[in-house]
């Protein structure tokens, strides 16, 4: 097959992506979507403080939407798993790191970040922001651009762990904001 072909062909892969999440995810309303580290274990504060969020979440009817692998993701699966509401996994094939955790009621895969980023945002009712790394500082700024430009509703953008955040805050505060 040529390499036009094979472009032309990842169109249909793409559109799968979104016809499957559009489809297993319709019905889940009110939903967060909780972001953070994927290297956090079980017995730092900020997994345990994702978890208690989550289930706090779920038992007050709003369906957990994480990025289905270790560490805050787990832990969000996991808390929203324990409670009443469904715990949502959007999965993301990567060469590295990632991988499913056990705490899903609905797990979804995808090969495509953007296809990802789109379910992440489209259910959401509220954003739940922990402390992470380049990916959790990526979703974070996509949120606000979206917001900003008024392509996305505003909806509450929580960010969890003040300290952690505080020095990004000043400088949108002291640098964006001023400019």
């Known amino acids: 097959m040529s390499k036009q072909k094979r472009e032309a062909w990842k169109v ?81 094939q990567l060469p590295h790191e990632q991988h499913s955790n056990p705490y899903q009621d609905i797990s979804l895969n995808f090969r495509h970040f953007f296809a990802r980023k789109v379910m992440f945002v489209k259910y959401a009712t509220a954003y739940v922001v922990l402390p992470g790394g380049f990916g959790t500082l990526d979703e974070l700024a996509e949120i606000l651009t979206l917001v900003q430009t008024g392509k996305s509703r505003k909806i509450p953008i929580i960010l969890v762990n003040e300290e952690f955040w505080s020095g990004l805050l000043d400088w949108f505060s002291d640098s964006l904001l001023a400019s």
């Open 12 to 92: 249909f892969q793409i559109i799968a992506e979104f016809v499957d999440g559009f489809e297993q995810l319709s019905h889940v309303r009110p939903a967060v979507s909780l972001y953070g580290s994927a290297r956090l274990k079980e017995d730092h504060p900020d997994y345990q403080r994702a978890e208690a969020i989550a289930l706090a979440l779920s038992n007050a009817g709003f369906s957990v939407i994480s990025g289905g692998g270790p560490g805050i993701m787990e832990a969000a699966n996991k808390g929203a798993f324990k409670g009443s509401s469904s715990s949502i996994g959007l999965n993301i």
